[in-house]
């Protein structure tokens, strides 16, 4: 008699094609600017994905004075939903060297279509800052 258990018929996700990807970037120093988004993913047909962390740091690199909000956040977008942001960071101080860095672990499933954006904001009247966002992702078979 076979015992077959239905359960292990299907390969991890991370045989099924399994490819390590970031998604992110790298820049600064930046000046104030509007809501921009700086990078986005969309899951491709036949493809699942998993987050598997996301880190935001944000550094001023150059003093301002009035109005120092500096934001960074990503958002998530299902295929056809309306988007939701997963993690958020923020400088609300314009003094040179203020720092805010913010780390989000989680195995969270994206399915063909979703969307990962990106988007920075500074409403400064001056000064500069540093950007450095990443999510590690892992793309694999439906």
Same mark, same amino acid.
């Given at each position: 008699?076979?015992?077959?258990?239905?359960?292990?018929?299907?390969?991890?996700? #991370?045989?099924?094609?399994?490819?390590?990807?970031?998604?992110?970037?790298?820049?600064?120093?930046?000046?104030?600017?509007?809501?921009?988004?700086?990078?986005?993913?969309?899951?491709?047909?036949?493809?699942?994905?998993?987050?598997?962390?996301?880190?935001?740091?944000?550094?001023?690199?150059?003093?301002?004075?009035?109005?120092?909000?500096?934001?960074? #956040?990503?958002?998530?977008?299902?295929?056809?939903?309306?988007?939701?942001?997963?993690?958020?960071?923020?400088?609300?101080?314009?003094?040179?060297?203020?720092?805010?860095?913010?780390?989000?672990?989680?195995?969270?499933?994206?399915?063909?279509?979703?969307?990962?954006?990106?988007?920075?904001?500074?409403?400064?009247?001056?000064?500069?800052?540093? #950007?450095?966002?990443?999510?590690?992702?892992?793309?694999?078979?439906?």
């Amino acid at each position: 008699m076979d015992i077959v258990n239905a359960a292990s018929s299907r390969a991890a996700f #991370y045989d099924r094609n399994a490819t390590a990807l970031t998604v992110g970037f790298l820049v600064g120093p930046i000046g104030p600017h509007g809501a921009t988004v700086r990078d986005s993913y969309t899951v491709p047909a036949g493809r699942k994905t998993i987050i598997n962390a996301i880190d935001i740091v944000l550094l001023r690199t150059t003093a301002t004075a009035a109005g120092p909000q500096v934001q960074s #956040y990503y958002t998530y977008i299902p295929n056809g939903g309306v988007d939701q942001i997963i993690i958020f960071n923020s400088i609300l101080l314009g003094t040179v060297g203020d720092r805010a860095s913010n780390q989000l672990g989680l195995e969270f499933v994206m399915y063909p279509g979703d969307e990962l954006t990106i988007t920075t904001g500074d409403a400064s009247a001056g000064g500069d800052v540093f #950007y450095s966002n990443h999510a590690m992702i892992t793309e694999f078979d439906f």
